[in-house]
């Protein structure tokens, strides 16, 4: 009889106490190789949130589970977007900074229950590949577009597009050679790059030799966007009077003191600059500098990341901490916050984020290089998406 009053007893209290649950979110990213620094960004981005937010929500707290991919590897991807949701049970994914990777990923999410919020990769398409993706970073259509603008604005006539050659590079294209044209421009020339370019003297006699009053460009950030604004500068385009525009992975922060003056008035649109002026981006660029342990390697990334996680912990409350990837979607879609870059949204329609896109300057100021913002497109959306 005393068995069965104290088996009674713990069902009864086992009915009534809710226990705390340890929910995973992996983040697949470049932790190492030549691209470390976007990693570290990520880092910087998730642990700015965590130190201004904590690690719990309601009853359950968020571990971080991190899967390095020094470089895009399509089929490494999957496997290890595989491995984080068999092996290690996450419930949310999170990261992926090269569009070939997400792309890879994208179709393991539904059977494994699991939705993905990127972080950084910016190919429109990425969204089409799966309903249980998120983004919390940009597209290259989103801040391509309004540099066409700029440039008709300034007068420009003539430009030659210089693009890596895969997915957000050529959707960079598109956009800025859509909206330069349909706006009385012409493209003398467009050109390709492998993504393994790092020699871009050649490049820069093609864009003298093409009669361009511009170049536009987009490489993605790291070493090859470094490489090319020196050899821009260094083969004197820029005194030759050919003028440089791009979205903003051309000037990321932590290349501009290596650029030095060089870099000096070099135009970008893009979603965010760590000068943004706005309380939430300060107390942002003060968490997210402790995390990374220098302000100056601080990058878009980790705005990405910050958000990301953001959006992960609205999914977690929607859901009661339960694995339910649709519910934890659909939770999100329509949702608005003041984000470190301003006012933004995901558009309900196709998970993407709607926000300011911003005309930046380089520009010295108390002694630091930064992107002036000088003129904002507001409630940006993505011109590229297409419905699948």
């Known amino acids: 009889m005393k068995k069965l009053v104290l088996a009674s007893l713990l069902l009864a209290l086992s009915s009534s106490v809710t226990f705390a649950d340890t929910i995973k979110v992996g983040v697949v990213g470049p932790f190492s190789g030549p691209a470390a620094l976007q990693g570290k960004n990520f880092q910087a981005g998730i642990n700015a949130w965590l130190a201004v937010n904590g690690n719990t929500i309601g009853d359950d707290t968020i571990e971080i589970v991190y899967r390095d991919l020094p470089a895009p590897d399509p089929a490494q991807s999957a496997a290890l977007t595989q491995e984080l949701i068999v092996s290690e049970g996450v419930q949310y994914l999170a990261g992926y900074y090269y569009t070939p990777d997400a792309m890879a990923a994208a179709p393991i999410l539904e059977e494994g229950n699991v939705p993905m919020v990127v972080f950084n990769a910016a190919t429109s398409a990425i969204v089409n590949a799966s309903p249980y993706v998120v983004r919390t970073s940009f597209t290259t259509w989103q801040t391509s577009t309004p540099m ?19 997915g957000p590079g050529v959707d960079s294209e598109a956009a800025f050679v859509a909206g330069f044209t349909g706006a009385g421009g ?3 020339e467009s050109v390709r790059m ?7 003297s050649p490049m ?3 864009i003298k030799d093409s009669g361009a009053e511009a170049v536009f460009a987009f490489l993605p950030a790291g070493p090859a966007t470094l490489g090319f604004v020196q050899a ?13 525009l791009a979205p903003g992975d051309l000037t990321q922060e932590p290349d501009l003191a290596a650029l030095g003056d060089n870099a000096l008035g070099l135009l970008t649109t893009f979603h965010y600059a760590v000068s943004h002026d706005s309380p939430e981006n300060s107390a942002f ?7 990374i342990g220098s302000a100056s390697e601080l990058s878009f990334p980790a705005v ?3 958000d990301g996680m953001y959006v992960i912990s609205k999914m977690i409350e929607a859901t009661g901490g339960n694995q339910d990837a649709a519910a934890a979607v659909e939770a999100v879609k329509g949702l608005s916050w003041v984000s470190p870059r301003g006012p933004v949204s995901i558009n309900p329609e196709n998970r993407h984020l709607t926000q300011n896109i911003y005309l930046r300057e380089v520009a010295l100021e108390d002694g630091q290089y930064i992107n002036k913002e000088i003129q904002t497109f507001e409630n940006q959306g993505d011109p590229g998406w297409k419905a699948p």
């Not at 066409?148 to 895969?166: E, H, M, P």
């Not at 821009?232 to 440089?244: F, H, Q």
């Open 148 to 166: 066409a603008a700029v440039a008709r604005q300034r007068g420009i006539d003539k430009v030659i597009t210089v693009v890596s050659d895969y």
């Open 186 to 188: 012409e493209i003398v």
């Open 194 to 200: 492998p993504m393994n370019t790092n020699d871009f």
């Open 204 to 206: 820069m006699q093609r």
């Open 232 to 244: 821009y500068v260094e083969n004197g385009l820029k005194d030759a009077g050919v003028t440089l």
């Open 285 to 291: 660029v003060e968490a997210a500098s402790k995390a």
């Open 304 to 306: 990405g990341a910050y």
